[in-house]
């Protein structure tokens, strides 16, 4: 009987995720829609015979359909969004993929260069970098003593959820006690590129890499993303998104809402953007490979890194969960052909 119910409870959470995600896709296709015009049911056809031939099962086509619409024409090699959660990242991820989000672990595992890392407060314990146990005074004296700011991140924090920022005078030790575990961190200062799009908050660059059978690790796709009016950081309901040419480093000339609504100005902004090259983005993607050889279990991973005003590299986050790839798919793929990824659910 409890096996039976536990399956149950399963596939009904497998029937909403489903849900949800098809929904998602159709009002992203309304959107894409209405800028490039309606979605050629031939296309339409081809997408379900791919998502039943490929993948399994048609209720993998609505993300085809938005890639293709978006593209204009289909594409053999795209990964449907729901297909990349319920079967990619189960596979190649598996549960390594959440120590992504273990704050006080994650720094040490992947080598970290230039770490914002301060302190982190886990299992009702405040610990500096190095892991000694400090006393509430102690803890202070290390955060403010060289950073007039630091931020404050919990634990799975997502989509910019969970982000507190603190000074001397307002840091309060049982405000972060009532948040849980999580990690105290520097406060960026951006180097001037990124500026340009916000002051009011740190920008990031989202690389996607994967470890390939052999070990060699690939970054994938990119984009850049930075908060808008007065966010306080990237916030996934309000952040703008500008693709990135992973070869190149330079900016696509098209800039995304988070509806997917497109345009070639950025709002307040008079900046010239499309073409623009990143500045060090080399050095971005050689540390990301770097890192991610630390952790090749973890077979695919989304970065979020920054450059600071001194040149340097620093990683604000890592997701090896369900990062999300919908947006790079439509907009840039099929960005991860050769991997076999197609196969996973037969396993």
Excluded at 125 to 147: D, G, P, T
Aim: glycine share 6%.
């Amino acid at each position: 009987m409890r096996a039976l119910i536990k399956n149950t409870i399963k596939k009904g959470r497998t029937i909403a995720y489903h849900i949800e995600h098809n929904n998602d896709a159709k009002r992203i296709l309304k959107v894409v829609e209405a800028k490039k015009g309606a979605f050629n049911p031939k296309d339409k056809k081809l997408c379900i015979e791919y998502a039943k031939d490929v993948f399994g099962n048609k209720k993998y086509a609505p993300w085809l359909f938005v890639y293709s619409a978006f593209a204009k024409e289909f594409k053999e090699g795209w990964i449907p969004n729901n297909y990349y959660g319920e079967h990619v990242i189960p596979n190649i991820n598996g549960e390594y993929g959440d120590i992504g989000d273990k704050n006080a672990a994650i720094s040490k595992l992947v080598n970290v260069s230039n770490s914002l890392d301060i302190a982190y407060y886990v299992n009702r314990l405040f610990l500096s970098a190095n892991y000694e146990v400090l006393n509430e005074e102690k803890l202070k004296k290390l955060l403010f003593s060289q950073n007039e700011k630091v931020v404050y991140k919990i634990e799975n924090s997502q989509q910019g959820k969970g982000i507190y920022f603190f000074d001397e005078k307002t840091f309060n030790i049982d405000a972060i006690k009532k948040l849980g575990n999580g990690v105290f961190q520097d406060y960026i200062e951006q180097h001037p590129f990124f500026s340009e799009f916000t002051t009011s908050s740190v920008a990031t660059i989202r690389i996607t890499s994967v470890c390939d059978d052999n070990g060699e690790i690939h970054p994938k796709v990119g984009y850049f993303r930075f908060g808008r009016d007065n966010d306080t950081h990237v916030i996934s309901s309000s952040a703008m998104k500008i693709p990135i040419d992973i070869k190149t480093g330079k900016l696509f000339e098209d800039a995304y809402y988070p509806n997917w609504e497109s345009t070639k100005q950025l709002p307040d902004k008079d900046i010239s953007f499309a073409g623009k090259e990143l500045p060090l983005f080399n050095e971005c993607l050689s540390e990301i490979k770097k890192m991610h050889s630390c952790i090749p279990f973890i077979r695919c991973v989304g970065w979020d890194v920054i450059i600071d005003k001194n040149n340097n590299v620093r990683l604000i986050e890592l997701n090896g969960g369900h990062s999300g790839i919908k947006f790079s798919e439509a907009v840039q793929g099929p960005n991860f052909k050769g991997l076999n990824w197609g196969n996973l659910h037969k396993k």
